[in-house]
């Protein structure tokens, strides 16, 4: 699965690669001995993350472009074909957030979110296709989020804009599928990682924003990742919060929604003020050095969990009592969080 060398080293491309999950993903990639073209805005962490890839002992280039611009992307792209060989492996992984109330929000504010985070991987995945298509071959990896499922309040934009890429995913699959191309794009679900987005967020609230608990290990998600663009399964959801939020939000939507209003404003503020000063990278890259952990190691959870939902799905399917087994262990798990 994750780190097993593949017959024939892929040239991988990673937008939002300098610095959490799609750093922790081209890291495992290069571990393998793939090359890794990396996409992020920021110079100086894309110059880090070149560093770090190397030295897991893969072939890196760090490719300066804003995924909301397709010209930009575009030409990225063919660069990295032309360094490193035909792209084989596409991850869209690149978003930004905002942590405030709807009607706190500027509308500029909100179209940047939407911008990067569903048109990117729109752009994304046309530019993919557009270069695996005469090869008909290929894997699509467009990182979601449990928020895909079950929505949480202080991020309207994030929440939309990750609803809009798993149905986008699938429309799009069901073309790949109608006509029989040897192309596969997976759908990953996440949990609550420990990266640096936490901290490149905008925020409006008066304490810093913190992830959702339980937090896993950004290692997971580059798992996930690799595991995804290795099998191409549809869609798979990340660590057992991922599962039961899968199950939740078939079973006990209404339920969810209530927890979600009364609890996830506080559980997304540390008790830690806000100056209000910090830099943000919305609009522009920031420059203080990311990686691929946050400040939250300290809570830091480790989780092999990687399950394709359609399992999920058809055990809910097998009758009553399993049905209700399962949505009280959902229950039981998003209580906790």
């Known amino acids: 699965m994750a780190e097993s060398a593949p017959a024939t080293p892929k040239t991988v491309l990673i937008t939002g690669g300098s610095s959490g999950n799609g750093l922790a ?14 996409v992020a805005r920021g110079r100086e962490n894309l110059d880090l993350a070149k560093t770090e890839i190397t030295r897991s002992g893969g072939r890196c280039l760090a490719l300066q472009a804003d995924v909301s611009d397709f010209a930009a992307l575009r030409q990225a792209a063919e660069q990295a074909e032309q360094e490193l060989g035909p792209i084989d492996v596409w991850v869209n992984c690149a978003a930004v957030s905002s942590y405030a109330f ?45 928020v895909a499922l079950q929505a949480i309040p202080l991020q309207a934009a994030y929440v939309g804009s990750k609803f ?17 191309l040897k192309i596969t794009l997976s759908f990953l679900i996440l949990p609550s990682l420990n990266t640096p987005f ?35 399964k549809r869609e798979l959801a990340v660590s057992n919060v991922a599962v039961a939020t899968v199950i939740g939000s078939l079973v006990a939507p ?3 929604d209530r927890k979600m209003a009364e609890r996830a404003v506080g559980l997304q503020q540390s008790n830690e003020r806000d100056p209000g000063n910090r830099p943000y990278n919305l609009f522009e890259p920031v420059s203080t050095p990311s990686g691929v952990r946050g400040r939250f190691s300290d809570r830091e959870k480790d989780d092999h969990t990687i399950l394709e939902t359609g399992v999920i799905r058809h055990a809910l399917g097998i009758g009553g009592v399993a049905l209700a087994g399962l949505g009280a262990l959902a229950g039981r798990m998003l209580h906790r969080r």
Do not use: C, W
């Not at 609230?205 to 690799?226: E, H, T, W």
């Open 254 to 256: 209404d339920y969810l």
């Open 25 to 38: 993903a081209a890291i495992q990639f290069a571990r393998r001995g793939d090359a890794v073209a990396i």
């Open 198 to 232: 936490f901290d490149h967020a905008l925020n409006r609230m008066a304490y810093k924003p913190q992830p959702v608990p339980p937090v896993f290990s950004a290692d997971l998600a580059g798992r996930a990742i690799l595991e995804a663009a290795d099998t191409g």
């Open 102 to 146: 709807f009607e706190q929000m500027e509308m500029a504010e909100f179209e940047r979110i939407t911008a990067v985070n569903y048109l990117g991987v729109v752009y994304g995945t046309r530019i993919a296709l557009d270069k695996m298509r005469p090869r008909n071959r290929g894997a699509i990896v467009n990182i979601g989020s449990v």
């Open 164 to 180: 809009a890429v798993r149905g986008f995913s699938d429309a799009v699959r069901t073309e790949i599928l109608n006509e029989n």
